[in-house]
Structures are given as C-alpha cells and as structure tokens.
C-alpha cells in the first residue's frame, strides 16, 4: 500500500498550489480520502475530506471557499487546489485513506507560504 503527495512547495500569500495524492496497492475507489496538515509541536488537522463513493466533500473553516477537493477515480489520485494561501496555511500537508478498519498515510509534503 502506498499513497504518494506531490505538489509541495514555497508560494507567496495570496497564491496557489495544487498537491495531488496517488494510492496504489489497494482498493481506491471504496475509500474515503482526507487532507490533514501538521505544524511542529501541533496534532494534525483535519483540512478537507471527500467521501467514496457519493464525492460529498467537507472542509475546515480555516480553508472554506479557499481550497477545494476533488478525486479521479481512474487515476487513483486526489487533487487539494490551493487558492489565496496565507502564511498560517503553512504546514508539513498528509493524504489520508480510510475504509472500515483501514487507515493509510503518506508521507507528507511542505507548503510554506511566505513572502
């Protein structure tokens, strides 16, 4: 089982980044996919999830009507479009797959948003 993030990286306040997550070695359709985000000496987050499989998505009020979720399901792959980053956004972001008992995680990927 493996889910890769891409897309990472250092964006100015008031820009965008799209990371994206691949899950390979399970059944990605039946799982319900979330967006977690971590700062040093901070639990992670909650960012936004997306159900499987009616796609309802969910966000935290910190990102509502900035950021938006969606999934491919031939690709195996979720999409975060980031919009209007702010410097609070700045997080160490994880992909999350869950079904029944199953609970997978990536690795990770920074977003830092500074001038």
Request: one cysteine or more.
């Amino acid at each position: 089982v493996q889910l890769v993030e891409s897309g990472g990286g250092l964006v100015r306040p008031g820009g965008s980044l799209t990371l994206s997550c691949r899950g390979s070695g399970f059944t990605f359709s039946r799982y319900d996919m979330r967006w977690y985000r971590q700062v040093p000496e901070k639990g992670r987050e909650l960012v936004a999830s997306i159900t499987s499989p009616s796609s309802h998505t969910d966000y935290a009020d910190s990102v509502k009507g900035r950021f938006i979720n969606s999934r491919n399901k031939e690709a195996r792959t979720i999409n975060l479009q980031m919009n209007l980053l702010k410097p609070e956004d700045t997080a160490v972001y994880y992909c999350n797959a869950q079904w029944l008992a199953n609970n997978y995680w990536g690795q990770g990927t920074q977003v830092t948003v500074s001038s």
